[in-house]
Structure formats: C-alpha cells, structure tokens
C-alpha cells in the first residue's frame, strides 16, 4: 500500500501570462513517517509530438516527512520559450507534476494548459513568431489525471510491480481534445498509461 | 450511521449512502469482513494482501483526489494494517468469535491463522489443501475452524494446535467444475457445519456435517446449479408462541441462506424440512456472498452482476430470536464454554421488578439519546476543526503558505521544503507525536509500558499542575516534545525525551523546555490537543562536543594547573556526584582526580601507572569521564559519606543529578582497583540544604495574593546582626525580625513558617503573631512546606516531619525517608503536602509516596510508569468529559497519566478480560489513594466511577461488598465497628448516589432494591 497519499493539489494564480511562475499547493498525506524525502517534479511538455521538448521546470525535495497530513507550495519558473517549438506554443498542451520516492514514481498528476492570447486581435491572427509575452496560461485545474503506481516504499531494490491503480479512473480520452502524446516519462511502459491513466473531462 | 433500508431514506439526498471508499487494494477484493466487535474490517484480494482496517475518527470528509470528485467519504476508514503471508489471490477471511484471530485462505492452497491482538504476527499455517482454499468459518464456540477448497474436500482442523481434525471429501466427489467461491458457515449453536457446492445423486447441494462425529448424513437440495455461498443467521431461533395455542415448548433452530450459481437465494430453517423461501433469479449472475444482519432479520445478498439485495423478514416468519445470553446459555450446556462476550444485549429481555428501576432505565435511555445528539454535533464541529491549526484556519495558512514554508538547500545544493503538518492521523499506529520514542510494532500495551520513556510521556506534571487544573481543556498541551534524530524510523526507540517540561504562565502562553541528549538534529513535535502547533516541527542541531553551558556565577573554583601530582594537566572531563565529589580527568597524563567540592581539596588522584604511552595521544584512549550510561564500562565510585554536614560553602543548587563515573579506557582497569579502595559500605541520604541569601521573596498564593519577604542581616543593633521577615497578605503587611539567617520560608493562607541557621523553625500566624518557640529541628532543614495549618520539614538526614500548630500536635514524627530513597540513586522531585496533612513525594523515577499517618506507612499512591493506569479503560463509565478533571491532591501528583491512558487503550488491542482486570485494579487502586491521601472529593469521585464501572461490566460480588460497607447495619448495635463516615463523606449519601448507578443495569435490580429499601427503612427511623 501506499505510503503517502496525495489529497488534493490546488493550482494556484490560474490563469496567469506565460512568463509568470507555476505555483501548486500540494497536500498529502502519509501513514508512517519516511526514511527519506519524496521528490516532487514539473514537468512541461513543449510538443505533444514528441519527448524531446519535455522540460523539466524544477525538482525540489520534499521531507522530513512524518506521519500524518502534510502541504506544502511547488513553485517552478515558467518553461524556457525557446525550447518549446513554435507551432506548438499556442493551444493545448500538458503539465505534470510527477512525485518519486527512492528513485521511483509513484503518482503523476497531469493537468491540460492551454496557452491562448487573451487579446482578441492577437487570437484571430497570431502572429508567425508566437509573442510569450502576450501569451495567456490557463491550467486546466479541475481536471486532474492522477495516475498512481505502485512502487516499493520500503527498499529500494527492485520495483515490485508496475501497476496501474486508480479505479476512479478509465473513461479515456473525449474525441474533442488535442491528441496527447504519452504521458510517460522514461522508464515506464509507455502503452501502459494512456489508457487507464486518464479521466474524462 | 445507520444503515439506508427504506426507500425514503434511499431517495433522501441528505442521507449519504456511500461512506467510505477505501482504493489501497491493488486488485480485486474478494472478500471483506467485520469483526464482532464491528471496530475492525478485513479485506483480502487478489493483491495476496490483507487489510485491516478502522475508522479514523478524527479527520473529516474528504474526496479521492483525482476521482470524479463527487465521491465525498462521509466515514474515514484507515488501513492499520496489511498481512502479507499469501502467495496467490486471498479468498475468504474470518474472524474468530471473540475476534482474537484472523483466518485467510488463498488459492495457494493454505490458510493463515493470524494473531488479532497482534497483527502481523501468524499463529499457524494450516497447510492439507490441495487445490485452492475458497471458504472458510469459525466454530461458535471457537474450538474449529473449518475450510473448504477445489480440491473436492472440506477440512476442520483444531484452534488448540491447529491440526488437522478431519477432512470430509465424500459429499464433494461428483464436484466437477468451479465455483468462484466456497463460502461455508457454521450454525451458531455450533451443531452444524454447511458446506458449498457439493453433490447428491447428480444434484448440487449444501452438505450438512454433523459436529458429533462429522456425519453427513442431510443435505440442502434444491438448488439447479452449484452453491457458493451458504451463510448462518448469527441468531437462534425459537417458535413464536401463539396466542391461544398451547405453549409446549419446541426445540430452538437455527436459520440459513443459501446462495447459487443458478442466481437464487433459499433460505431454510433447521426445523423445517423445505426450504423458508426460494427467490428465483433475484440476480443476473451468479450469487457471491451473504451477510445478515445482527439483529437476524435482514439479509444482504450481492451478486456477480454487481449488485446488492435487502431482505427483510418479521419475526413472524423467522420466529423468536433468543437472546445472546440463553445463546451463550445454549454453548455453555452444550460445550461448557463459550466465547461469545456478555452484552447489554442479553438483558433486553429481563424483567423490570421494581418501579424505581425502570425510572432510572428510562432515564438512562434519554441520557444515550441526548449523548446521541451530543456526539452528533460533536462530529459536526469535528469536521470544522480539521480545519483550524492552532486557532489559524487552514486558509489562513494556505494563504501565507508559500512565505512561511521552510526551505532549505541539501549538500549538494538541492532545494527542500519541508511540508507543513496540518492534521495528524489517529489510528495509534501512526500517532508520532503522542508515543513518539517508543516502538510500536504492534505491541501489547504492557510491554511498551515498561519502557522507559513511557514516564515522559507526559511531562506535564512537574511545576505547575494548579494552574493546568484551572484552565480550559481546550488551551492545554496533552501531548509535548517527540524528539527524534531526523531520519530515523518510528519504530526505532531513540530514547532520548529527557524531561521536557511544560510551564503555564497566566498570560496562556506555555513555555517548554526540553534538553536533547544525543548530538545530531532532531525534530521535536510538538502537539496540542492532538494538534501540530504552527512551524511543526522544529528542527533542533544538538551540538555538544566542548560547548560549555554556564548556568550561573562561579561558585568556587578549585586545583590548579601543572604536571606535577595533585595538579590539573589539560582537563576533559568532569562529573560532580551528589556528595559534592568532583572527578576531573586530565588529558595529557591519563590521570583521575577526585577533589572534595566542601573542601576543595584533593581526595584522591587515580594514576595509571601501567599505561601504554601511546595512549595518551590517541582521543579514544583519554579517560573521558561523563555523566553517562553508554559506556560499555560502567564504574560506580562510591565514596565515603560525611556524617555531619560541615559549615562550608553549601550548594544552592538544590536539585544534585545522580552521577555515576563512566570511565573507558585502559585506564579503567587501575582506576576500578583503586576506586575499591575508595568505596564505603554504608550510603546515608543526604538531601540538599537551601544556603542562606541576601534576600528572597517567595509568593505563597495568588490568591488571595500573598507573598513573603525575607531579609538577612538587615538591621545591626548594637553589633547583633538581624534578619527581617515580611509578609504581605491582600496589602496587609506585617513584619518581624529574626536572630539568625532565614534560609527558607513557607506559608499558608493559615501560617507562616521559616527555617534559619541553628536548626530553628519558627512559626507565626497569618498576623504574625509567633505561634511557638522555636523549634529544633534534629538536623538543617532542606525542604519546608506549609498547608493549612499544616508545617512539613525535611531535613537534610532526609527525616520528615509533619505538624498542626493549631491543634499543636505532630503528624509525623521524624519519619526516615529512607525506605523510599534507599538503594538507588532517585531524588525527591516534587513534595506536597495535603489539605489534611498528609505528606506526599514525588520521586525522579515518577514513583509518589504519600506518608499514612495512621498505619505509620509509605504508601505508593502513583507510579507513572504503572502499566495498569495505562492499559485500563473506563471511558464507558466517565459520566462526562470534564468529570475527568477531577481535582485534588491525587490528580497533582498523577498529572494527566488518567488521560493518556485513555489514550492507551484506544491504541491497543487487549482481549476484554485483561482489560477488565487491568481497569478493575486501576480504579482500584485510585480508590484507595485517593482514600489515604484523604482527599474526599477525589474519593468520591472514583468510587463513583469504579462503581460505574463495575456496574457496567457486571462484577456482583464487589459491588455488593461496596454497598454493604456503605450501608452498615441498619439496625444498630453498640458492638458495631463501623464508621458511618470516610474522609468526611457520609458512606449513606455516597450510597444514594450510587444507587442511580446500579439501576442502570438491570441485572442488579435486587441489589438496587436491596439498598435502595434498606435506606428507606433508617430514614423512617
């Protein structure tokens, strides 16, 4: 079983420009205190094409983490603009924030972004070269696809299994969204995860 | 919450219908069950894992993140534990009747046995199956228990060794195929065992299997395709009597659920021959399992199809359900035991005698509705406060989250945040902050109690249990400091909560104090009612390799620096033992040096002469001498005592820390030799004496407020130094002068009383008007208390003495402590003296003596390490909760181990019994010290409860006893010995107010009637 439960992550100034922070209030809990801290990351997908556009905003450890119900603030900078290709800088993409324990993940929450000008005239004709500056953020924050795996909270050797667990969860992908590439960060079995991973909107 | 039978209830939107979801299993649950005592689920699935699981009473509602959202939980249900043992899919689980094991089978063809007391730990493997084990159920009675599995075979195997008892395979050789379960059931008289899918001539059946002898001659038929659930009513029955129809009486019988594959549901009664009811096709697949309800008249049936049915049945159609006790009536005749618990249950249906009787009862039940209500509302706020942290609302730290959080950088240059705690979890596995240095695998209760730190638990009880007492509940620390090395586990018993001390200030503001031992960083909990205060936990880096604390001004200094004999060579290590022997170990020549602190002078240099010269280079070989138990090599240096105390430089440190010498290193070996030499057979005790001061104030109460004023050597008449005693009561003032120093004071709101020099004690009235000569005391005084009229001293030979200078006679006279202080090295911490005068100490190993001036005794009145106080449970019998804030003498002294103890309990499982007898002595025990200790409200108090107690747990013969001593003979006779008061109280008052008590149990109605005439009877008189 799970050692530590997330309960709810809150995102917080949503919307915001691009440039501005990420900011997410994580609360979790835990039922027996850990040996080590949890590691907690953001990851921002620039290209729903490929993973080679993943950035990752911040990592920051997490601890010491005794028993009982715990929040903290994850603040990352905002993606580097440059890495993310053009075509892909407006409209919807993908933010994660991916928690691990002794190397191992072992919940991914993912939430849409989508990144639109909130001028008008900017919206009908974007400009060739996307304008950052202009850009809009919004998390798509009641949305959260919360994957969980089951890891080994108490060695380190060996993964005890790969699982998918969530049984909220299965409804697949509505037609109407951006098709999205894997979820999975390397490592995990990337057939795994669309599938089971997602809720529906 | 009760359960939503009628449709109204199911339409009602406020009336939740799903409490709790609980997804920790990692694939199908197979089955889940309740204990018997309904505080427990378990849960097996195809994880191979068990859960164990409560309900967390604390947090409120919450969601499933990441789910839908919608699906509030109404009720936290918290895994507490996970039995790992299985290597395939778990099946079935039971519980034992009286829930002290835990059975699982799985297709890896075993069953496991597992202590419920104790989880994880197994007690047997039942090893036979041969294919996979899909059923299983306890014998009533608990000598059985039984399985049945795919290998086409029933087996019962023996709880007294757990061996195999037989194994039944003719009724299942036709089985072909498989069923997803084999769910078999015993008939609660224990008569009966019946089995899943088995075969008759072709047909399926239920297979009914004899206790005498496991003969299996009948069987349920019927059914069109294999049984799979076969499921007792936990009731016995008998025949509903007719009005008007002769009333023969007719055997009891049991009644049974049987469930299909072919989707129907029979019910049967053991007296009938065909079946009660056969519903057809109530599902669209196959029946899964079957559980009745307690009161035996509804039954839920779920179904593969994903569905769950309610029936419900009268009493017309099932009969007469017997009580549990001629239940346990029926086992007892049958079997001679049995293992089912007593309830209230089994009085329901005794008659009421007595009018007066049924008044209480009636009032009884208002009172459980209105406690109903009561809880209700509590709930309602309890969600609230999951909310607040220390009086800041969760939004109010949401919104400053972000400022406040702590960050640090790691080594290699790592952002970390450490998160900040906003509830803790309930379930006593987890509970870090309140038993946070004792290790908690699942322990019973007495084995934890004897750890050490168990006395520090609750740290509360040192200075100022007075002003505790007086404010609000809500406002006090129930729980302080949970140091431990950071990083560490729980469960691993650091051990090093030394002492940390709580103290109230009236502005209600607590400061605590707490010295850490162990070098490292540690992280200190701390908690308020259950609650993490703002910035839990602190971080503390305990630093202690050559940082000196200085705690005062220098008092004297001694021994000189130089290489030759007798002469300090670069000092490391010093220890002062309570004689006021100085041990100084030098570095540079390996040498001990015992110095006498009166004297200053050199008692004794240590030398190794055969030490290897490397050694003195090497850090590790040094003779580092420190005040520690760690050492591998323990040496004790006792030295001579002095008889009589000398004039000298006495100490004003009054509290002397025991010292043993722990010395590590080869030196050792000649320092152990000669510290033979050194040692002395004889130890007397020896308290502290106060030195005499310039001047000192001592405030005696606040109020009224009053306060003493003493100054030494103030006035010079004519060459002859005094020393002027002021008393300030309510802005009155008085004052008087002394000859001799003042060196401690004492008063009362009734006297005031001061030691000097010379051994005198003098005491004066509220007016200070001298109430007696001086009085000589046989040596210096240490410690004086005055209460009432009530003046204690203590002296420095560690005598005590007791008296009332109204009454102007001794209550104690010269007492030696000696019986409580001897042979170890415990100091008195805390002293009181009563109302009545009754001398109470407090030791540092939280032992408290109290002085009984009648029998000439000590007698032990606390022990903070006394397993009983922490394993008893009388929550049941609290008539509320601020009941428990009883004050008085004996409350003093015990601090708030009452509370942690309830706290205790909720923690651990202890079968019914030792928890009986552990709370039976505990209560005991409080009656009788709070008797001696003369107290009478807190006697009162917990006679009351122990009453209570022994009401509702049915304990006859002393609560007879109690009554007859209350009662005494009502009819007079001079011969009579009995006293018709104790500790002022009228034993015949305190028995009216017991007798409401007693008539809450229905069982006692003769003993209520009893009294309650016999009361009327010398009333009339």
Sequence with gaps: MAKVSVLNVAVLENPSPFHSPFRFEISFECNEALADDLEWKIIYVGSAESEEFDQILDSVLVGPVPAGRHMFVFQADAPNPSLIPETDAVGVTVVLITCTYHGQEFIRVGYYVNNEYPNPELRENPPLKPDFSQLQRNILASNPRVTRFHINWDNTDRLEAIKNHDPALGCGLPLSCTPIKDLGLPGYIPGLLPENSMDCI | MSPVLQEDDEKDENIPKMLCQMDNHLACVNCVRWSNSGMYLASGGDDKLIMVWKRATYIGPSTVFGSSGKLANVEQWRCVSILRSHSGDVMDVAWSPHDAWLASCSV??????????????????????????????????????????????????????????????????????????????????????????????????????????????????????????VKFNPKIFKKKQKNGSSAKPSCPYCCCAVGSKDRSLSVWLTCLKRPLVVIHELFDKSIMDISWTLNGLGILVCSMDGSVAFLDFSQDELGDPLSEEEKSRIHQSTYGKSLAIMTEAQLSTAVIENPEMLKYQRRQQQQQLDQKSATARETGSAASVAGVVNGESLEDIRKNLLKKQVETRTADGRRRITPLCIAQLDTGDFSTAFFNSIPLSGSLAGTMLSSHSSSQLLPLDSSTPNSFGASKPCAEPVAAAGPRPAGDSVNKDSGNLFGAEVSSQQNRTYVMSYQPQLEGEHLVLVTMCNQHIANNPFKLVVKSDRSYMCTGLLDLSFGSEGDNNGKLCHPWGMSVDKEGYIIVSNHNNNRILVFRLKEQNLVKELRPRDLLE????????????????????????????????????????????????????????????????????????????????????????????????????????????????????????????????????????????????????????????????????????????????????????????????????????????????????????????????????????????????????????????????????????????????????????????????????????????????????????????????????????????????????????????????????????????????????????????????????????????????????????
């Design chain 2, 108 to 229: 890896d063809n075993t069953v496991v046995i597992w202590n419920a007391v104790k989880f994880p730990e197994i007690l047997a493997t039942l090893r036979g199956h041969s294919g996979l084990v899909k059923g299983l159920t306890w014998d009533p009675v608990g000598k059985y228990i039984a399985s049945q599995a795919d290998d086409r075979s029933l087996k019962v195997w023996r709880t007294l060794d757990w061996q195999l008892e037989t194994s039944i395979t003719k009724p299942f050789d036709e089985c072909g195929g498989t069923t997803h379960v084999l769910r078999l059931s015993w008939s609660p008289d224990g008569h009966y065992l019946v089995s899943a899918h088995a075969m008759n001539n072709s047909g399926p059946t239920a297979q009914i299997i004899e206790r005498e002898g496991w003969k299996t001659n009948m069987d349920f038929v019927g059914h069109r395709k294999a049984v799979t659930v």
């Design chain 2, 614 to 1021: 490397s050694s003195s280079d090497s850090d590790e070989k040094v003779p580092l001498v420190k005040p520690s138990s760690l050492s591998k090599r323990k040496l004790e240096l006792e030295v001579e005592t002095v008889e009589k105390k000398k004039k000298g430089r006495p100490r004003k440190d009054s509290r002397l820390m025991p010292v043993s010498l722990s010395v590590q290193s080869p030196a050792a070996l000649t320092a152990e030799k000669e510290a033979m030499c050194l040692s002395a057979p004889t130890l007397a005790l020896k308290l502290p004496i106060p030195g005499p001061q310039r001047a000192f104030t001592l405030q005696v109460s606040s109020d009224p407020s009053m306060y003493i004023e003493v100054e030494n050597e103030v006035t010079a008449v004519g060459g002859v130094k005094l020393s002027r005693l002021k008393c300030n009561r309510e802005g009155k003032e008085w004052e008087t002068v002394l000859t001799s120093r003042i060196l401690t004071a004492a008063g009362s709101c009734d006297v005031v009383c001061v030691a000097c020099e010379k051994r005198m004690l003098s005491v004066f009235s509220t007016c200070g008007r001298r109430l007696l000569p001086p009085i000589l005391l046989p040596s210096p005084i240490s410690t004086l208390h005055c209460t009432g009229s009530y003046v204690m001293a203590l002296t420095a030979a560690a005598t005590l003495s007791v008296w009332d200078v109204h009454r102007q006679v001794v209550v104690v006279k010269e007492e030696s402590l000696h019986s409580i202080l001897a042979g170890s090295d415990m100091t008195v911490s805390q002293i009181l003296l009563t109302q009545h005068g009754i001398p109470v100490m407090n030791l540092s190993d939280g032992k408290a003596y109290c002085f009984n001036p009648s029998l000439s005794t000590w007698n032990l009145v606390s022990d903070k390490q006394d397993s009983l106080a922490q394993c008893a449970d009388f929550r049941s019998s609290l008539p509320s909760q601020d009941a428990m804030l009883c004050s008085g003498p004996l409350a003093i002294i015990q601090g708030r181990t009452s509370n942690s103890g309830r706290q205790a309990a909720r923690l651990f499982s202890v079968p019914h019994v030792v928890q009986q007898e552990t709370t039976l002595a505990y209560l005991e025990n409080q009656v009788a010290a709070a008797l001696t200790l003369q107290s009478s409200h807190e006697y009162r108090h917990w006679l009351l409860l122990y009453a209570r107690y022994l009401v509702n747990e049915g304990f006859e013969y002393r609560l007879r006893e109690i009554c007859k001593d209350l009662l005494g003979p009502v009819h007079y006779s001079t011969g009579s010995q009995w006293e018709s008061t104790v500790v002022g109280l009228r034993k015949r008052e305190l028995l009216k107010e017991l007798l409401p008590v007693i008539g809450q149990n229905l069982r006692f109605q003769r003993l209520f009637t009893e009294c309650q005439e016999q009361l009327d009877i010398l009333r009339d008189k």
